[in-house]
């Protein structure tokens, strides 16, 4: 049984930074192109950034510069680092997986993953 589990999120100030983690149980992770979304109230998910199985990235370009993406197929983790935090980054963060994708490929869109977490909740105070 494939599992998804976030943790790290949280409050912080403007200009502040934290870090959400995933852990995936049930799969052979490396496999696995793993994907970061957000929904902030009455918004729709929408894609943050990605890793491929080869491991390059990809970001929505408001987050590009401020976000970083990083997985450790021996812990089975994928660490999205956020820096330079804004209040328009508050929302709640979810990971995604998808074994389907070619080795280098990113996907950006919802239903090129298969399996999602819970999600953790970002808020970023002004």
């Known amino acids: 049984q494939v599992q998804l589990v976030e943790s790290g999120g949280g409050l912080v100030q403007t200009g502040g930074s934290l870090s959400v983690s995933c852990a995936a149980s049930?799969?052979?992770?490396?496999?696995?192109?793993m994907g970061w979304f957000r929904q902030a109230p009455g918004k729709g998910r929408e894609f943050v950034g990605a890793?491929?199985?080869?491991?390059?990235?990809s970001y929505v370009a408001s987050v590009k510069g401020r976000f970083t993406i990083s997985r450790d197929n021996a812990k089975n983790t994928v660490l999205l680092q956020m820096n330079s935090l804004k209040p328009e980054d508050s929302a709640v963060y979810y990971c995604?997986?998808?074994?389907?994708?070619?080795?280098?490929?990113?996907?950006?869109?919802?239903?090129?993953?298969?399996?999602w977490g819970q999600g953790t909740q970002v808020t970023v105070s002004s």
């Open positions: 995604a997986a998808d074994p389907g994708m070619d080795n280098a490929y990113v996907g950006t869109r919802e239903h090129e993953y298969i399996y």
């Open positions: 049930g799969v052979f992770f490396s496999t696995y192109t």
């Open positions: 890793i491929s199985r080869s491991g390059g990235t």
